[in-house]
């Protein structure tokens, strides 16, 4: 019975840790999940040794089926889970997310107090993510604060205009977000960006963020401990413009290409969804495991006490 | 070991096998876009008309509501907007609402076009373009009609003509 416990204590150790300390890349690695899968076959051969020789059998066969179930759990989400990956959605849509049977959806920029993103789903209350773990079904959310842009724009008389992003992932919101990053020559630096359009205008617009220490570094721009932006704008096809470039701390508006425009740093969250094996499976297999091992234990305890009586 | 004891094993181990494998075989969901919030809600969000009032969709519940988002700078949109008016003057008084609501721009510019199309039924100014993230437009000029109930009935990407807003109209008008 050893053996078989060592095996089968292991695999739920390993079912543990992939669900308490989830979205390490480890768990999606073949040989993480081919070393389970044979701590796992070791524990049921363990326990076809420990039935011949004379053990109690439903304890044994209960600790090899719950070894087999956790490793079955850790395996099926190491191989056939999705990667773990980051959601990001734009203010107040809704994302779409199958492998949740629902969609996650982002509160307005603008809500105060803060609100978490919720996840909806049908037959279910909405559940609200937040910051620490939430488990739901074999998957684990939590929210990750980043930045974004809130962009405003306006024409010569200060009259609001509308931003749209045709390649963005909500094609009318002021919010960018910021996805993609961009290397500057010379300057060791890689910082986010993104772009949007002013139809009214028929001004393209690529936005640059940089963090309170990437603009210290900035000529023009010492001494300001905020975010800072810079606004490159074009024509509608993509010509440059005279005074098309501009660059200004978040929250001022900088004029560019004929119109102004404003950057606010805004945190907001995105969220990270991580594969985790099915908690009902785990916990069954470690419900099986420690009631087989104390079971395992009672059964064979006076037999350890009383050594002379074994033969 | 007795072989019933095998098969409950066994049998425990399909079903348990099936629960694991369960969640990674979800099915992909249709509906994007505007589409997606047909049959939920329509969202309620505060604004203000043109003069600086403050307005709500709630205002409307009990009666079909056309909400219209649009911008001075679409062509579509300005193509489609008389057809809107004509639809309200039409279906006005057996209980449907037009409502146009700007996207991003401020009210002096929205009320200067209305007032050039001789548009009527009201407009809102939604400079956060809140209802375009909410209703998950894809472009201008997008279209939802909220039943009396206050849930989406209808969802268009893109411009209607007149006939397009009779038909849809036409189901949700006709006696239950």
């Keep these: 019975m050893n053996a078989l416990a060592l095996f089968a204590l292991a695999v739920v150790a390993a079912a543990a840790t992939d669900i308490l300390l989830p979205g390490r890349a480890l768990y999606h690695d073949g040989w993480f999940c081919v070393s389970i899968a044979a701590v796992a076959i070791f524990a049921i051969f363990s326990a076809r040794r420990a039935?011949?020789?004379?053990?109690?059998?439903?304890?044994?066969?209960?600790?090899?089926?719950?070894?087999?179930?956790?490793?079955?759990?850790?395996?099926?989400?190491?191989?056939?889970?999705?990667d773990d990956r980051t959601v990001?959605?734009?203010?107040?849509t809704d994302v779409r997310v199958d492998d949740l049977g629902g969609s996650l959806v982002f509160p307005f920029a603008q809500a105060s107090p803060r609100s978490d993103v919720v996840l909806a789903r049908?037959?279910?209350?909405?559940?609200?993510?937040?910051?620490?773990?939430?488990?739901?079904?074999?998957?684990?959310?939590?929210?990750?604060?980043?930045i974004v842009l809130f962009v405003q724009a306006r024409d010569a008389r200060g009259g609001n205009l509308t931003i749209t992003q045709p390649n963005g992932v909500a094609f009318l919101s002021p919010v960018?977000?910021?996805?993609?990053?961009?290397?500057?020559?010379?300057?060791?630096?890689?910082?986010?960006?993104?772009?949007?359009?002013?139809?009214?205008?028929?001004?393209?617009?690529?936005?640059?963020?940089?963090?309170?220490?990437?603009?210290?570094?900035?000529p023009g721009l010492a001494g300001i401990a905020s975010y800072a932006v810079l606004f490159d704008a074009t024509d509608e096809d993509d010509r440059s413009?005279?005074?098309?470039?501009?660059?200004?701390?978040?929250?001022?508006?900088?004029?560019?290409?004929?119109?102004?425009?404003?950057?606010?740093?805004i945190v907001f969250p995105a969220v990270e969804i991580d594969a985790i094996p099915s908690l009902p499976a785990v916990a069954l297999g470690a419900a099986l495991v420690f009631g087989g091992l104390v079971a395992g234990w009672r059964i064979g305890a006076p037999e350890t006490r009383r050594p002379e009586e074994r033969t | 070991m007795s072989g019933r004891l095998w098969w409950l094993a066994g049998g425990a181990a399909l079903l348990v096998a099936f629960l694991v494998l369960l969640p990674f075989f979800s099915k992909p969901s249709g509906g994007s876009g505007p589409q997606a919030i047909v049959g939920r809600p329509v969202p309620v969000i505060p604004l203000q008309d043109v003069d600086g009032a403050a307005v709500s969709l709630s205002r409307y519940r009990g009666e079909i509501a056309i909400v219209n988002l649009w911008a001075t700078w679409c062509p579509p949109c300005r193509a489609e907007m008389p057809d809107l008016q004509r639809i309200d003057e039409r279906y006005g008084s057996r209980g449907v609402a037009i409502v146009g609501i700007d996207q991003g721009e401020s009210a002096q510019r929205a009320r200067a076009f209305a007032r050039s199309l001789r548009i009527g039924y009201p407009i809102w100014i939604d400079d956060a373009q809140q209802y375009?993230?909410?209703f998950g437009a894809l472009g201008l000029p997008t279209t939802v009609i909220v039943g009396r109930n206050g849930v989406v009935a209808r969802a268009f990407d893109g411009p209607?003509?007149?006939?397009?807003?009779?038909?849809?109209?036409?189901?949700?008008?006709?006696?239950?």
């Design chain 1, 51 to 82: 039935v011949r020789r004379g053990g109690s059998a439903a304890a044994i066969v209960a600790v090899a089926f719950g070894a087999a179930i956790a490793g079955f759990a850790v395996v099926a989400s190491g191989l056939l889970a999705p």
């Design chain 1, 88 to 92: 990001v959605g734009a203010p107040g």
């Design chain 1, 122 to 146: 049908t037959g279910h209350a909405p559940l609200p993510v937040g910051l620490n773990h939430r488990y739901v079904s074999a998957f684990v959310l939590r929210e990750i604060p980043r």
């Design chain 1, 176 to 218: 960018l977000l910021m996805q993609q990053h961009q290397p500057i020559p010379g300057t060791g630096l890689d910082v986010p960006y993104d772009a949007f359009a002013v139809p009214a205008a028929h001004r393209l617009v690529k936005a640059v963020l940089f963090s309170p220490e990437q603009a210290a570094t900035m």
């Design chain 1, 241 to 265: 413009l005279p005074n098309g470039f501009g660059v200004a701390p978040a929250g001022r508006a900088v004029r560019v290409g004929g119109i102004s425009l404003t950057g606010r740093a």
């Design chain 2, 132 to 134: 375009g993230r909410a």
């Design chain 2, 160 to 176: 209607l003509t007149y006939d397009d807003l009779r038909r849809a109209l036409e189901g949700l008008l006709a006696p239950s």
